[in-house]
């Protein structure tokens, strides 16, 4: 969306206040299809990824919950990536040029949502790495989101702030939120890389041991 804006001139659409575009402005635009298409998917996506993954620790394919508190919090990070999907699709919909109310509202769901989120995947990240602190790859990808989730619970107060008092630095946090945002969802694939290596070590190991018996 941001390269359609740029080979376009960088135009000023209705709904724009500062020189930089919203992405929001871009997606009330003639790309508005294409918006809520992108938005579905990547809201359907997040909590699909810590369902899966909560699946994959209980099936034992990722390191597993060793106590009641983990558990709550994954059940907690569900329900926040829930919130914040509601919130990312119906933004899609109500957008700023139509529905500037009914937009910012879906706006505000949907950061809140992201942010408990990210808030409650970080700490049970941390129980996780205490809990086996033998796995290197754990506390690396807990690392990882730690600081991945403080930049983006950081910046998207700064872009509160800015959204009412300085519109184009506001419009230039809202972009590096979403591609930071993207990075923090790709945290989740390397999760995926733990199971399968560990699917893959549990098969050599039963290979092993049916090759000796």
Wanted: hydrophobic residues 50%.
């Amino acid at each position: 969306m941001i390269l359609t804006w740029l080979i376009s001139g960088s135009p000023k659409y209705v709904s724009q206040e500062g020189k930089v575009a919203y992405i929001s402005d871009i997606g009330a635009s003639f790309l508005k299809p294409l918006f809520i298409v992108g938005c579905c998917i990547t809201g359907v996506g997040f909590m699909l990824s810590l369902m899966f993954e909560r699946l994959l620790r209980h099936r034992g394919r990722l390191p597993p919950s060793m106590r009641k508190r983990e558990r709550v919090l994954e059940i907690l990070a569900i329900l926040g990536s829930f919130i914040g999907m509601m919130g990312l699709i119906f933004l899609s919909g109500f957008d700023i040029k139509r529905f500037p109310t009914a937009h910012h509202l879906c706006l505000l769901i949907f950061a809140l949502g992201v942010i408990l989120s990210v808030i409650f995947t970080v700490l049970e990240y941390r129980w996780l790495a205490q809990d086996h602190p033998d796995i290197v790859k754990l506390r690396r990808a807990y690392l990882v989101k730690a600081i991945i989730g403080s930049i983006l619970i950081a910046l998207a107060i700064a872009f509160g702030i800015t959204l009412y008092y300085a519109s184009n630095i506001g419009a230039v946090i809202e972009w590096i939120i979403g591609f930071g945002f993207t990075f923090y969802l790709l945290t989740f694939a390397y999760d995926l890389r733990i199971a399968t290596i560990t699917q893959q070590e549990d098969g050599l190991d039963m290979m092993e041991r049916d090759q000796a018996s």
